[in-house]
């Protein structure tokens, strides 16, 4: 089992700025592919974000390309979303996923993820 823990959520203005973190349970992070998936009310989970076990490989939902930064720290077993010029709608819950099965870097297939941290950009 893996559990995954997200913080950094919270409310900000259009404009701003926000990093989430993710913290994951096992010391095997690093063979783990890990992505961020969003949720917004009345709308189905889109992917965001994703990064390969050694951080040299990433991609990124068109969305949010240019804005997001997505990276990681295996020696503290963390990723981490970095959000910036953030917009209203992207307002959402944010997930965090673990791939531990050596899927594609795109793959949508996702063996965890965690309990999500909610972001609200108001106007």
């Known amino acids: 089992q893996v559990q995954l823990v997200e913080s950094g959520g919270g409310l900000v203005q259009a404009g701003g700025s926000l990093r989430l973190s993710c913290a994951a349970s096992?010391?095997?992070?690093?063979?783990?592919?890990m992505g961020w998936f969003r949720q917004a009310p009345g709308k189905e989970r889109e992917f965001v974000a994703v990064?390969?076990?050694?951080?040299?490989?990433?991609a990124y939902a068109d969305s949010v390309k240019g804005r997001f930064t997505i990276s990681r720290d295996n020696a503290k077993n963390t990723v981490y979303l970095q959000m910036n010029s953030l917009k209203p709608e992207d307002t959402a819950v944010y997930y965090c996923?673990?791939?531990?099965?050596?899927?594609?870097?795109?793959?949508?297939?996702?063996?965890?993820w965690g309990q999500g941290t909610q972001v609200t950009v108001s106007s």
């Open positions: 996923t673990a791939d531990i099965s050596g899927r594609p870097l795109l793959s949508l297939g996702y063996d965890y």
């Open positions: 990064i390969n076990r050694s951080g040299s490989s990433t």
């Open positions: 096992r010391r095997t992070f690093s063979v783990y592919r």
